[in-house]
């Protein structure tokens, strides 16, 4: 956008890109880049704006100041527009345009979740710093947070916070932690990044969940352990 970096945070299906930008020395923007051409899609009056994620239908989220730099908003851009839509850090959106993002609260940061309008607290995994990183088309959400022994990668789905390391196997569990959880695609596989104490590496992880327990994306139908899952209605949300 004219300044001397920029930095892609995703993509979507059809190839857009979104990311954020200096547009000269000292001002960053979020960008949207669509067949060839890198689009500077402004702020919320603010100098400074950010994209974090885009879905399939092309919206974006991420981070802007308001007039002034007063404050630093969450923003949903869509059709050409930006939108404030609340008082918290956007990080990703799916699908069926639902958002998670995270804000501090008095009792540090928790996770929010806002679709058509309403934002929700959705707590955290252990009463400390919680921060969501990804969200699928169920509406589960991946991320990291603070608990007693350190920070651990976390799934949260149907109000409920899961540590991730509470799965692992017990061959695992005695040398593996599991600190962040970066992505979760609509099988429920979810790509984490863990510290192994026995060889002193950092090392990625994938879980895969029992097929028995998840939605039958592809055939429109769920299975009995996941019965309500909001996948099953995808088609009908515009």
Request: with cysteine.
């Amino acid at each position: 956008l004219g300044g001397p970096f920029s930095a892609a945070y995703a993509i979507n299906d059809e190839g857009d890109i979104v990311g954020d930008s200096l547009i000269d020395r000292r001002h960053t923007h979020a960008f949207l880049f669509r067949e060839g051409t890198m689009e500077d899609i402004g702020t919320l009056g603010g100098t400074y704006s950010a994209a974090r994620d885009i879905n399939r239908k092309g919206q974006v989220v991420g981070v802007s100041t308001i007039e002034d730099d007063t404050a630093t908003r969450a923003f949903l851009y869509r059709n050409g527009r930006m939108h404030d839509i609340g008082d918290f850090n956007a990080t990703s959106i799916n699908d069926r345009s639902e958002v998670i993002g995270y804000a501090l609260t008095p009792s540090g940061n928790h996770v929010f979740h806002y679709r058509t309008g309403k934002l929700r607290d959705l707590g955290t995994l252990a009463g400390a710093d919680t921060y969501p990183i990804s969200i699928n088309n169920c509406g589960e959400v991946v991320g990291q947070g603070i608990t007693w022994s350190g920070l651990h990668a976390f799934l949260h789905f149907n109000g409920e916070f899961l540590d991730l390391n509470s799965v692992l196997p017990k061959s695992l569990a005695r040398h593996v932690v599991l600190e962040s959880a970066n992505a979760i695609n609509d099988h429920g596989q979810v790509a984490v990044g863990g510290f192994d104490s026995r060889t002193g590496e950092w090392r990625s992880y994938l879980l895969t969940p029992s097929a028995a327990k998840r939605c039958m994306h592809g055939q429109g139908r769920a299975a009995m352990g996941n019965g309500k899952c909001p996948c099953r209605k995808m088609a009908e949300i515009d």
